[in-house]
């Protein structure tokens, strides 16, 4: 069984700091790794994809990942109130037409 | 680009009656279209995986007999909600990819709201 985990949160973090959102996944062949953002009563909007090791930069975002210790990251800088939302990791694999969605992250950045 | 749009956005509906979602890919064809289904503070639940021109492949404990998927075109599949009941009010959302199902990231619909009364 493939799994995706994040913490559920909530995670509270003060406007203008670092949010910082975490998920491991379990499938070692894992290729493809992206993080969604929704809002709630919302449909999921893509943030970030990320398939190669290390840190990739998109404005106030920046995905980071770690396949050796099946490790991606979401850094936030500069939170703003309407950062707040459900953060949700999604990895693939080759082959796998089905992406493996975590739980989310609820993230509340504090005016 | 990689708009999908989703239709109605909401709809309330009377037990017994049927319902049906369409989701369309505006600017690109999708052979494969996702829906999912997600109840308050839930996470998403997958129901099924449809691929154009083939039967839809339903995850466990989806009734294929209820929730009836019809992917006609490289850029339209439907959802009917059968005999729709009130356990059944939910978000539903579909979602598809443009390129390779692995190494694409899914673009979802703006979801449609059921309610059944």
């Known amino acids: 069984q493939k799994e995706v985990e994040q913490n559920s949160g909530p995670l509270s973090v003060p406007e203008g700091a670092i949010a910082s959102l975490n998920c491991t996944y379990s499938?070692?062949?894992?290729?493809?790794f992206f993080w969604y953002r929704q809002y709630s009563g919302k449909s999921p909007e893509l943030i970030m994809s990320?398939?190669?090791?290390g840190d990739k930069e998109d404005g106030r975002f920046t995905a980071q990942l770690n396949k050796a210790s099946q490790y991606v990251s979401l850094l936030i800088r500069d939170s703003q109130p309407s950062d707040s939302a459900t953060y949700l990791c999604?990895?693939?694999?080759?082959?796998?037409?089905?992406?493996?969605f975590g739980t989310g992250t609820r993230l509340t950045i504090i005016p | 680009g990689a708009v999908v749009s989703q239709h109605p956005s909401r709809v309330i509906c009377k037990s017994g009656t049927s319902v049906k979602i369409e989701c369309r890919s505006l600017?690109?064809?999708?052979?494969?279209m996702f829906w999912y289904r997600q109840f308050p503070k839930q996470s998403l639940m997958l129901m099924a995986t449809?691929?154009?021109?083939?039967?839809?492949?339903?995850e466990q404990g989806v009734e294929k007999d209820k929730f009836l998927i019809n992917h006609a075109s490289l850029t339209l599949s439907t959802l009917t909600v059968t005999s729709a009941h009130p356990e059944d009010s939910s978000f539903y959302i579909c979602?598809?990819?443009?390129?390779?199902?692995?190494?694409?990231?899914?673009?979802f619909g703006n979801g449609t709201r059921l309610t059944v009364t």
């Open positions: 990320i398939y190669s090791n």
């Open positions: 999604a990895v693939n694999s080759w082959g796998n037409e089905k992406l493996t």
């Open positions: 600017d690109f064809q999708a052979t494969t």
């Open positions: 979602s598809a990819t443009q390129g390779e199902s692995y190494n694409s990231p899914l673009h």
């Open positions: 499938d070692r062949v894992s290729q493809s």
């Open positions: 449809s691929n154009e021109g083939s039967k839809a492949t339903y």
